[in-house]
């Protein structure tokens, strides 16, 4: 009796086991397998989490009908129906980036691989997607969409500008490509055009002091565009658009591989030769343009898996605007006025990871930049020429996550502005160390500190600490952070409106270097919700103190621009809020919104900094029909009022922008795997600043002002001169876009 019932035991077992099965599989994303998805059963207690190859088992799940799910915090969320009816069954999940929160690997806080979410510098990371959503020819527009960072438009004729973040100027932003510090100084102004978006793999934006690790000019933060990697980038992508004032914009991109070596090239070609001018001042209302770019990236397979890559671009523009009749052959004559730049361009950079047993990288990096250009009769010849070597040493001991380097970086600059007597000669070698301090899973300490030696100025030291903790979820984060900073000024860069219009450039005494000390408070809080709701929210509490600032005085006189160290001191302080709202059905909005302060105090008297807006908000709502392959996106920004420069007590025009706001609505279409066409609408209310932007726009030489002839028509009865530095929004109003985009992978 015994042995029967055993028997019957064993049966029973076997018939359990023959009904059960293992559900298997790997989970993606477009760039490859995704570690520590969450990957369950619906309604049931069966549920696992991938592993770093994105694999994954949930075993003896009995047969039957069932959704399978997998969620990753950053991914839009997967749901299939599941069959259970054999011993294995193998499902791939696919999961889709969100546009913003992407929890990947970023590099820009510390130097080194981390997850977004593990980063003790918080660091906000822009996927390309993000990007086309609101299709731009260049990456300086793109910007535009990024809360509390605004492309500014420092001329009204050729259309040049820099980029602020958290209402500090251009010069304190720190441009790189793949971690490289590329564009800086006079590359400035023009070097952040012609970079091929569809070679943009992300943007990371840190906000607030870099100096530790990537030296003094990273004051205000950085922007680091990461580009393809020659490994997984498509083996061809096209993307090609134009717009109804006669712009077109071309983006070419192409894979291969030689031997070991893997190659991604890309070229971009912008052209625009339409004069228009709908405010009939009689001056352009957008720089005509032709520009060419090539990109060119090499990633080799090496021993051990060791990193080496090098890329290299070349750029060429030719740019003007000015009065209609304008040809060349009025180039720096005072008949015709014109605005004509002339750039060429070329960068190499690149990493090398020393064959030792500890990880060593040696970092490169090498630019020239040539700019002839004239405004109006005033000459500008100006040569930069960028030298960067970085050696970085990573260990780690314990709970401790050292990085420690050496840099040394050249800087020959010569133009033929008053500023520069002589050519400058700047060598800037310095040393670096960082410690991460690992004290639990939800809390790290960052230390680091940085010295640097300048030929012009002396010692150089920036601290910086960084304090990170995590919820156990993960879900819950607070970050504080604090640094200084330390930057030379470069006259060209600061004051683009001092060679262009009539205002002379007076330079008072020898300029000191600035000074700041910054503190930025950081919360962030993650929901999944009911029914795979997701939402977000990024706050960030930021405050800047300068000393021995130098800002432009345009109010002592009129006619001129004043450079001095600020017998003072200026801040820059504000709030901060990003959030990110997911529906299962394919709608998501993204959305921020900056309060900031800047201003300055001389003389225990303080001012609001020109230029500088006190709110501004971006948005960017997008809905897809999967099924119909067709994506809705309606992306736009919203600005307060900011400070003008007038031209004295006379000048009639509004010493303060009105509320403005930019926006636009683009619909995408899939067709099949590889083709997308676009149409869009852009500057949707039609926005453009007012028609006497340009002041004098009717006599840009003054010969009427300066005329004793009697008769002569003056515009001008106050003598005020030409002036198109009352500048804060584009000139150029609606329009409508239509691109193609192409990929094909193998």
């Not at 042995?3 to 559900?23: D, E, H, P, Q, R």
């Not at 080194?112 to 990007?131: A, T």
């Not at 050519?423 to 500190?449: C, R």
């Not at 030379?488 to 600061?494: A, D, R, S, W």
Request: with cysteine; glycine share 8%.
């Amino acid at each position: 009796m015994q042995k029967l019932i055993f028997f019957l035991l064993i049966c029973i077992s076997f018939l359990g086991y023959a009904k059960s099965g293992n559900v298997y599989g790997v989970v993606k994303s477009q760039k490859g397998p995704l570690a520590f998805v969450n990957v369950f059963i619906e309604g049931t207690s069966h549920g696992v989490f991938t592993d770093q190859n994105g694999e994954f088992v949930i075993k003896s799940v009995p047969y039957g009908q069932y959704v399978l799910r997998a969620q990753l915090l950053g991914y839009t969320n997967y749901s299939a129906p599941l069959t259970v009816n054999s011993i294995s069954v193998e499902v791939n999940p696919v999961l889709e980036e969100s546009d913003n929160q992407i929890d990947e690997v970023v590099v820009s806080g510390t130097l080194k691989s981390i997850s977004k979410s593990n980063s003790p510098v918080p660091v906000e990371v822009y996927s390309s997607e993000f990007f086309k959503k609101n299709p731009t020819t260049s990456i300086f527009e793109s910007m535009a969409n990024i809360n509390g960072v605004r492309p500014q438009l420092n001329c009204n004729i050729c259309n040049t500008g820099d980029i602020h973040i958290n209402g500090l100027e251009g010069p304190y932003t720190m441009v790189l490509i793949d971690g490289m510090p590329i564009v800086s100084g006079l590359s400035t102004v023009y070097g952040l055009m012609g970079i091929p978006q569809s070679l943009i793999n992300r943007v990371e934006v840190v906000k607030g002091p870099s100096s530790t690790l990537y030296g003094s000019e990273a004051v205000g933060g950085i922007i680091n565009i990461i580009t393809k990697s020659p490994q997984s980038a498509p083996q061809f992508s096209a993307d090609v658009f134009g717009s109804t004032w006669g712009e077109i914009n071309s983006d070419i991109g192409v894979k291969f591989k030689v031997k070991k070596a893997y190659s991604l090239v890309g070229i971009n070609h912008f052209n625009y030769q339409n004069k228009v001018d709908n405010n009939d001042d009689g001056i352009t209302d957008l720089a005509l343009q032709d520009r060419i770019s090539v990109f060119n990236k090499w990633s080799f397979d090496r021993k051990d898996n060791r990193l080496f890559t090098i890329a290299g671009r070349y750029l060429y523009e030719d740019r003007w605007g000015g009065e209609l009749n304008w040809t060349p052959e009025f180039r720096g004559g005072d008949s015709i006025y014109g605005e004509s730049i002339y750039t060429n361009r070329w960068e190499l950079f690149g990493v090398y990871q020393l064959p030792l047993k500890e990880k060593v990288n040696f970092s490169f990096s090498a630019n020239s930049h040539d700019q002839n250009s004239v405004y109006g009769t005033t000459e500008y010849i100006g040569n930069q020429d960028v030298l960067f070597g970085q050696l970085t040493y990573f260990k780690t001991i314990k709970k401790h996550d050292f990085t420690a380097g050496m840099a040394y970086r050249y800087t020959y600059y010569d133009d033929n502005s008053i500023a520069t007597v002589q050519p400058s000669q700047i060598h800037l070698p310095g040393v670096f160390m960082q410690d991460q301090i690992q004290f639990s899973k939800q809390s790290t300490l960052l230390l680091g500190g940085r010295y640097d030696y300048n030929t012009n100025h002396g010692n150089v030291f920036s601290p910086r600490a960084n304090y990170k903790w995590m919820s156990k979820s993960r879900k819950t984060i607070l970050r504080f952070t604090a640094g200084n900073g330390f930057r030379v000024v470069n006259i060209f860069t600061e004051e683009h409106q001092a060679f262009t219009g009539t205002r002379e450039l007076i330079i008072q005494e020898e300029l000191k270097p600035e000074k700041s000390w910054n503190g930025n408070v950081n919360y962030v809080r993650k929901f999944l919700l009911k029914n795979d709701v997701f939402l977000s929210f990024d706050f960030t509490g930021f405050y800047t103190h300068f000393s021995n600032q130098i800002l432009p005085d345009y109010s002592t006189d009129p006619n001129a621009i004043i450079y001095d160290n600020l017998d003072g001191y200026s801040v820059s302080k504000g709030l901060s809020l990003n959030t990110d709202f997911s529906f299962p059905n394919g709608l998501n909005l993204l959305m921020g919104a900056t309060l900031m302060d800047v201003s300055f105090t001389e003389q225990e008297v303080t001012e609001r900094q020109i230029l500088t807006e006190r709110f501004t908000a971006t948005w960017g709502i997008s809905y897809k029909l999967k099924k119909k392959g067709l994506t809705f996106d309606y992306t736009g920004n919203l600005y307060s009022p900011m400070l003008l420069p007038l031209l004295g007590d006379k000048d009639p025009r509004n010493p303060e922008s009105p509320y403005w706001s930019l926006q636009n609505f683009q619909v995408t279409k899939k067709i099949k795997k590889s083709w997308e066409m676009y149409c869009s609408v852009k500057n949707i209310l039609n926005f453009t600043p007012p028609a006497n932007s340009i002041w004098g726009a009717h006599d840009p030489f003054e010969k009427r002002n300066n005329s004793e002839t009697p008769g002569i028509d003056d515009k001008d009865p106050d003598d005020l001169g030409f002036d198109p530095a009352y500048m804060f929004a584009p000139n150029q109003g609606i329009r409508g876009n239509f691109g193609i985009r192409y990929t094909f992978k193998k």
